[in-house]
């Protein structure tokens, strides 16, 4: 965890000494909270009832990623930053985790990390866990870590086949970011919430279609820098 300590310093004159104390910031607790959507409803695995941008029916039966590099600025500078990367499966649920004894701080924007950033994104570098090594990029392909792995079925004429959005690398890792005010309070456990719409990993500012653009991404430059363009507006900063 890293954050800006502020440390004031108080001198005390008086007619036999000089004494500094330390006067340190008041401490809180972040607890970020995440949940999926499909528009506006929270998602569904396994059902064909979601449809993209493209007009096509499409379901979820997996939703893998990582989250890192959440930090807070205020006026452009840096206040606070999360160094914790986590590793998402959308099947438990929300996914929550807490930063505790850190100083009260305000902030005016958030940015974020869908994936593993450059330093940690090779083999070995994340704990030995069961998740993380499913997680792999292949080594023919750069190594490293998958950043998102989204899978299901989508339904063309009448047939249903899968579809598999997978994306790694680091010049795929998606880098979001949002304006907005806020403050952390001291004495309480301070909330925000993260909510992640799957229907814009297809849509903005690209129309990914299963039937044009074909329903495997692994690999393919192209398709992956067109979703991890999509992936900056997936997440949104609830108030």
Same mark, same amino acid.
Not at 91 to 103: E, K, L, M, N, Q
């Given at each position: 965890?890293?954050?800006?300590?502020?440390?004031?310093?108080?001198?005390?004159?008086?007619?036999?000494?000089?004494?500094?104390? %330390? !006067?340190?910031?008041?401490? @809180?607790?972040?607890? +970020? /909270?995440?949940?999926?959507?499909?528009? #506006?409803?929270?998602? =569904?695995?396994?059902?064909?009832?979601?449809?993209?941008?493209?007009?096509?029916?499409?379901?979820?039966?997996?939703?893998?990623?990582?989250?890192?590099?959440?930090?807070?600025?205020?006026?452009?500078? %840096? !206040?606070?930053?999360?160094? @914790?990367?986590?590793? +998402? /499966?959308?099947?438990?649920?929300?996914? #929550?985790?807490?930063? =505790?004894?850190?100083?009260?701080?305000?902030?005016?924007?958030?940015?974020?990390?869908?994936?593993?950033?450059?330093?940690?994104?090779?083999?070995?570098?994340?704990?030995?866990?069961?998740?993380?090594?499913?997680?792999?990029?292949?080594?023919?392909?750069?190594?490293?870590?998958?950043?998102?792995?989204?899978?299901?079925?989508?339904?063309?004429?009448?047939?249903?086949?899968?579809?598999?959005?997978?994306?790694?690398?680091?010049?795929?890792?998606?880098?979001?970011?949002?304006?907005?005010?806020?403050?952390?309070?001291?004495?309480?456990?301070?909330?925000?919430?993260?909510?992640?719409?799957?229907?814009?990993?297809?849509?903005?500012?690209?129309?990914?279609?299963?039937?044009?653009?074909?329903?495997?991404?692994?690999?393919?430059?192209?398709?992956?820098?067109?979703?991890?363009?999509?992936?900056?507006?997936?997440?949104?900063?609830?108030?």
């Amino acid at each position: 965890m890293k954050y800006l300590l502020l440390i004031g310093v108080c001198t005390l004159f008086t007619l036999s000494a000089c004494r500094k104390e %330390l !006067v340190l910031p008041p401490v @809180t607790t972040l607890r +970020i /909270d995440l949940q999926h959507k499909v528009g #506006s409803a929270h998602l =569904a695995f396994d059902s064909l009832m979601y449809e993209n941008k493209a007009g096509e029916s499409y379901s979820v039966t997996k939703l893998n990623y990582f989250l890192s590099g959440i930090c807070f600025y205020k006026n452009s500078q %840096l !206040v606070f930053t999360v160094d @914790t990367i986590a590793y +998402i /499966d959308a099947r438990t649920g929300g996914y #929550s985790f807490r930063i =505790a004894d850190i100083p009260a701080f305000t902030y005016d924007s958030v940015s974020y990390f869908i994936g593993v950033p450059p330093p940690y994104n090779v083999h070995g570098k994340l704990a030995s866990t069961y998740e993380n090594v499913a997680m792999e990029w292949p080594d023919m392909m750069g190594g490293g870590y998958h950043f998102l792995k989204l899978e299901g079925h989508w339904k063309d004429t009448g047939s249903i086949s899968g579809y598999a959005i997978h994306l790694g690398t680091n010049a795929c890792l998606v880098k979001g970011g949002h304006k907005i005010s806020g403050h952390t309070r001291q004495g309480v456990e301070n909330v925000i919430g993260l909510s992640m719409d799957i229907n814009k990993w297809l849509e903005v500012p690209y129309t990914y279609s299963f039937k044009s653009d074909g329903v495997y991404t692994m690999g393919d430059a192209i398709l992956m820098q067109r979703i991890s363009e999509n992936g900056r507006d997936v997440i949104k900063v609830l108030q």
